[in-house]
């Protein structure tokens, strides 16, 4: 029998309203109605399916009385103070009944309504900008608006126009999502995984998945988060939700919806193309030790991992599996997935090769079925387990409905979790397949089932970097402040758009950032004096604010390597129509880098490191840094990508100093947070790297337009 809530806390802290809208000890509807499929008939129904013991008021001006219940004309009637309300009421009376919310003192409420004005004024705050905004204010706690309400399964309260007859038991396991159709299938699983609370968010006109977030890791009964993202519409107060739930020890695992780079379609530079909504929220995750899942199936199998499992007394996967294409599946989508499968210790090895077939090579993964059949299941399982570097067991297998094999291997999955051998799992390769009787039991018993190959080796992989994968260290500015203040007069002075190249080049080399020699000049007799100074071969282009991209218009002549050459690059450049104005530059050979930084309209500055050159968004071979990332951090991501091949010397290269090409990276970062107020785009492509050499060709710098002329 659910237990009745006292919330704790003072009226007016968001925890302690958010406490209020989750375990309410008294409920309003709003909009009460006798009518069988009304909403607030089927948020009765809901109440009721789930034993809620609170007050519940019903509230309508039109009506004295509703299946025998009292209805109150007006909240004021009903003389005691109500944790909270919900609106059961058509679009055109939400304002106003909100309204009489807040001046009824209810610190939270739940609008399930979309709240669209029938003709909106033309730039004016829409309804539920109006309403959140005096609901921040107010400090009241809002579900919605156009939401599916919430599910509170440790009070048994269930706030939901479309109720669930039946829900499994509480659990660990606490949800919070925008999509309503997505909250209400992970509520309906069928695979055991118990909510203590659910949240549909909706379009959070008030609180935002940050607040859920935080109120969630403070519930003693929480052991994982799950989130269905869409958007964050507070950023700083995000971050910090997922850092205090990290100090807690609950992790974070988050499905972000809408992964595309659409809202990048206008930047300028490659950088600001390349840097959409996934890689940004992907890094951000990163950063602040949330787990990014690209799929329901895949989150369902790290909350459950997260559910049953603790961490283990060592990182390494040892899997034990009966079919050696399966063995040769699993170890292709690790290789995929990036899980690495621990090599088993001599010892072991040579353990299993006393139960195995003469045929049959100790190694893991372990396709351990021979000629004794499932009779050495167990001591396999157990050899596996045992290893030194062995922390988390798998059994991969289909767990077929009606094979008494699968009974057996529930039998010797429970006889390893006995004995208390690390963490157990079992991991199903087809999940239409696996036995819903063995995997019940199982779970009960506190073994995790994975349903799927390739969902249940992410779901490791986020396991085993959540315990043992420590989050990267953060690096402070080295960019002297008297350099930072001439710099920010410097741009100050400057109007919006593309900075010249002179300008360009000159803060670059003024940070730290190596350049290749280069001069700008609108006299064809200067160039040709400098390509003599410098040597040959040079490179020639235009130098005109209004030319993002100089390749794009012809802009750019290569391979100069006469004074006749020179001259003649230079009449023809100027030919082009962009103005007289030429950037002259030594041409240097080597590997081409992009460095850029964009600025993400909820994050703000992110930056782009990756293969350079006029096709950088065709390969698309990037990596993400931020703000603060220290040079180990950047060096890291700078051997992930594909390109570090040319870099580590592929093709008889001279090798790269690949921390030398991180600290020019760092000090370009720290360049760039400097001038970030009047910098909205800036990239160096190519970063040419040459062995020990590194040199920016190129660069473009695009200026925010003035706050005055906004």
Known sequence: ????????????????????????RSIAILGASPREESL???????????????????????????????????????GKQVDSAILALGDAQLEAAFDDVLAAGIPSAVVMGRGQEVQPESGAPSMLERMGARARQAGVAVCGANCMGYVNRLDGIQVTGMPFRRLGPAGGVALISHSGSTWSGLLGNQRGIGFNFAVSAGQEMATTMAE?????????????????????????????????????????VILKLGRSVAGQAFAQSHTGALSGSAEVHDAVFERHGALSVRSLDELLDTCELFLYARKPPY?????????????????DLAADTGVAFVELHGSTAARLARSLDPDIVPANPLDYWGNAGSSILLPCLQAVADDPGV???????????????AVECSGALEALKHEGRGEIVLMGNISSTLSPVECARLRSGGIPVLMGTETGLRALRHFT??????????????????????WAVRLAARAAGVLDAATSFSMLADFGIPLAPWIATDDASAAVRFAQEIGYPVVAKVDARNVAHKSDVGGVLLGLDTSAAVHKAAMRLQALGFGSQLLLQKQLGGTELIVGMSTDPQFGPVFTIGAGGVFVEVFQDFALCLPGDAEAT???????????KLLKGARGRPPADLPAVAAVIARFMDMVL?????VEEIEINPLMVDGASIAAVDALVVLKQKAADA
């Open 1 to 24: 029998m659910p237990s009745a809530h006292i919330s704790s806390g003072t009226a007016g802290d968001p925890a302690s309203a958010v406490d209020r809208l989750l375990r309410p």
């Open 40 to 78: 607030s008939q089927r948020l009765l129904s809901s109440l009721a399916a789930m034993g809620y013991l609170g007050e519940v008021y019903l509230v309508n001006p039109k009506y004295k009385e509703i299946g025998g219940r009292i209805v109150f004309p007006d909240l004021s009637s009903i």
């Open 212 to 252: 859920y977030i935080g109120y969630m890791a403070r519930q003693p009964s929480t052991r994982v988060i799950a989130c269905i993202l869409e958007t964050v519409r507070d950023p700083a107060a995000f971050v910090a939700a997922l850092y205090d739930a990290r100090e807690r020890g609950v992790p974070v």
């Open 315 to 331: 990182a390494g996967i040892g899997v034990v599996t009966d079919s050696g294409g399966e063995r040769q599946l699993i170890a």
């Open 391 to 405: 922390g988390i067991t798998v059994l991969a297998t289909n767990m077929a409905t009606g094979r008494d094999y």
């Open 465 to 486: 970097r959540y315990h043992f994968g420590a989050l990267a260290p953060l690096r402070k500015s080295a960019a002297a402040p008297a350099l930072v203040a001439r």
């Open 634 to 644: 950047i060096l890291g991501k700078l051997e992930s990508l594909k390109v570090c």
């Open 674 to 678: 400097a001038v970030a107020s009047r």
